[in-house]
């Protein structure tokens, strides 16, 4: 692929021998650490682990997907390392790390120990960075990053795993779309396709990709339109609870818009920082990429075009997945297999 080759001895130095100090996170994959070159060149290495079934095929696709792939919206991958039985590959480092981490937290909990309220107020904190400006922002690099994705690139991308924690943040808070594990690509005359076994995070999931396998272009616009309602509210769309109904996130925003109460979605620590009409709009364009068919659903260029325009939108319909119990209905086919590691949540199954 023509990528550049580091050295294995350069590498093992950069991240003290892959010490836990240096740890960034993990997957089915392996892990990723941080590194620092001699020359003080900052990146993240993500180390295949040597008794990883999955993480092999994983890395392999991501390098197919996205090493010829440059967008400001996209995390950079600076090149590889396959050197005795080491399979690694090298990205820029992202300083603030992943938007999860920052849009969600333990406030909304009950600390049950000292070390949950000392969480709870970093996580606070985290929140109260992010105002809205650097929100709408977010938002708004993220949609410019699947437009080129879809549209712009060589390869026309399907991400299928768009989640808040595969959006990194540089020092600037510039959202840049990770992991194109999962990926997979188009020719010019394709539109949509069909597999035997559904890969992704529930929550996320499109309707007619969690239940019957297709995905298209309109999957990944399902999974921003999530992105987008969590976003605004710093809220998860799984394990979403309001004291007056059994919804999930989709369902509460859905039922606040049909009451004309949609700005009751919006985070209460972005303060007074808020442009209302920029809130509504991205509420509005949320719902709009949900709706349970995808045929209804706005492409990206679409979408792009509503965030930033001022002129009307078309009404949405209901989403899809409108109620955890929809979500839960998923998870009892026998034939599924969940596997879970730092709070992401990779998912395999068997279409029906």
């Given at each position: 692929?023509?990528?550049?080759?580091?050295?294995?001895?350069?590498?093992?130095?950069?991240?003290?021998s892959?010490?836990?100090?240096?740890?960034?996170?993990e997957?089915?994959?392996?892990?990723?650490?941080?590194?620092?070159?001699?020359?003080?060149?900052?990146?993240?290495?993500?180390?295949?682990?040597?008794?990883?079934?999955?993480?092999?095929?994983?890395?392999?696709?991501?390098?197919?997907?996205?090493?010829?792939?440059?967008?400001?919206?996209?995390?950079?991958?600076?090149?590889?390392?396959?050197?005795?039985d080491?399979?690694?590959l090298?990205?820029?480092?992202?300083?603030n790390?992943?938007?999860?981490?920052?849009?969600?937290?333990?406030?909304?909990?009950?600390?049950?120990?000292?070390?949950?309220?000392?969480?709870?107020?970093?996580?606070?904190?985290?929140?109260?960075?992010?105002?809205?400006?650097?929100?709408f922002?977010?938002?708004?690099?993220?949609?410019?990053?699947?437009?080129?994705?879809?549209?712009?690139?060589?390869?026309?991308?399907?991400?299928?795993?768009?989640?808040?924690?595969?959006?990194?943040?540089?020092?600037?808070?510039?959202?840049?779309?990770?992991?194109?594990?999962?990926?997979?690509?188009?020719?010019?005359?394709?539109?949509?396709?069909?597999?035997?076994k559904?890969?992704?995070?529930?929550?996320?999931?499109?309707?007619?990709?969690?239940?019957?396998?297709?995905?298209?272009?309109?999957?990944?616009?399902?999974?921003?339109?999530?992105?987008?309602?969590?976003?605004?509210?710093?809220?998860?769309?799984?394990?979403?609870t309001?004291?007056?109904?059994?919804?999930?996130?989709?369902?509460?925003?859905?039922?606040?818009?049909?009451?004309?109460?949609?700005?009751?979605?919006?985070?209460?620590?972005?303060?007074?920082?808020?442009?209302?009409?920029?809130?509504l709009?991205?509420?509005?364009?949320?719902?709009?990429?949900?709706?349970?068919?995808?045929?209804?659903?706005?492409?990206?260029?679409?979408?792009?075009?509503?965030?930033?325009?001022?002129?009307?939108?078309?009404?949405?319909?209901?989403?899809?997945?409108?109620?955890?119990?929809?979500?839960?209905?998923?998870?009892?086919d026998?034939?599924?297999?969940?596997?879970?590691?730092?709070?992401?949540?990779?998912?395999?199954?068997?279409?029906?």
């Amino acid at each position: 692929m023509e990528l550049p080759l580091f050295d294995l001895a350069a590498i093992v130095c950069a991240t003290n021998s892959f010490s836990n100090d240096r740890k960034l996170g993990e997957g089915g994959f392996g892990s990723v650490f941080k590194g620092t070159l001699k020359d003080g060149q900052e990146m993240a290495v993500k180390r295949l682990s040597k008794h990883s079934t999955q993480g092999l095929n994983e890395l392999k696709n991501e390098v197919t997907h996205i090493a010829k792939l440059q967008h400001r919206n996209l995390v950079k991958l600076l090149g590889c390392c396959i050197q005795e039985d080491e399979m690694m590959l090298i990205y820029e480092f992202m300083p603030n790390k992943s938007l999860d981490l920052f849009i969600f937290g333990l406030t909304t909990q009950k600390p049950s120990s000292l070390v949950h309220f000392f969480v709870g107020l970093q996580d606070q904190r985290n929140s109260m960075m992010l105002d809205w400006p650097k929100r709408f922002d977010i938002i708004n690099g993220i949609a410019r990053g699947l437009l080129y994705l879809h549209q712009d690139s060589r390869l026309r991308v399907i991400h299928r795993d768009l989640k808040a924690s595969n959006v990194l943040l540089d020092r600037g808070f510039n959202p840049k779309i990770s992991d194109f594990g999962l990926a997979r690509s188009f020719a010019e005359n394709e539109t949509n396709a069909k597999t035997k076994k559904v890969v992704g995070t529930y929550g996320y999931m499109s309707p007619e990709y969690a239940i019957d396998g297709f995905y298209s272009t309109k999957s990944d616009v399902y999974s921003f339109g999530v992105l987008v309602l969590e976003i605004v509210s710093g809220k998860r769309n799984r394990g979403f609870t309001h004291p007056g109904h059994s919804l999930n996130l989709l369902g509460h925003a859905w039922k606040l818009y049909t009451e004309g109460r949609s700005i009751e979605v919006l985070d209460t620590s972005v303060g007074d920082s808020s442009d209302p009409h920029e809130v509504l709009r991205s509420i509005h364009v949320g719902l709009l990429c949900v709706q349970r068919n995808q045929a209804d659903r706005p492409s990206m260029p679409a979408a792009v075009l509503m965030l930033s325009g001022e002129g009307s939108l078309p009404q949405p319909q209901k989403p899809g997945f409108y109620s955890e119990r929809d979500l839960n209905e998923l998870e009892v086919d026998p034939s599924s297999k969940i596997f879970s590691a730092n709070e992401v949540t990779f998912t395999l199954m068997e279409a029906r």
